[in-house]
C-alpha cells in the first residue's frame, strides 16, 4: 500500500513538472515573439520618424529657397 501511495505522487508530481514545463516552454517562446515584433515595429517607427524628419526638413528649405527665385 506505501508503494501505491509513493507511485501515485510520483505519478503527479511527473505530470506537474511536465505541466510546468510545457507552460514555461509556451510563455517563453510567446515572449520571445512579442519581443522580435516589438524591435522590428520599433525600427519601423523610428525609420519612419527620421525620414519625415528629413522630408519635413526639406520642404521647409525648399520653400525658404524658392521664395528668392
Do not use: P, Q, W
Not at 10 to 16: E, G, I, L, P, W
Not at 20 to 40: I, M, Q
Amino acid at each position: 500500500m506505501g508503494n501505491s501511495i509513493y507511485e501515485s505522487f510520483h505519478s503527479r508530481a511527473a505530470k506537474f513538472e511536465e505541466d510546468l514545463l510545457v507552460s514555461f516552454s509556451l510563455t517563453k517562446n510567446a515572449l520571445g515573439t512579442k519581443f522580435e515584433n516589438f524591435v522590428s515595429s520599433r525600427g519601423f517607427v523610428s525609420k519612419f520618424k527620421i525620414l519625415s524628419l528629413c522630408i519635413n526638413n526639406y520642404l521647409s528649405v525648399f520653400t525658404t529657397v524658392s521664395s528668392y527665385k
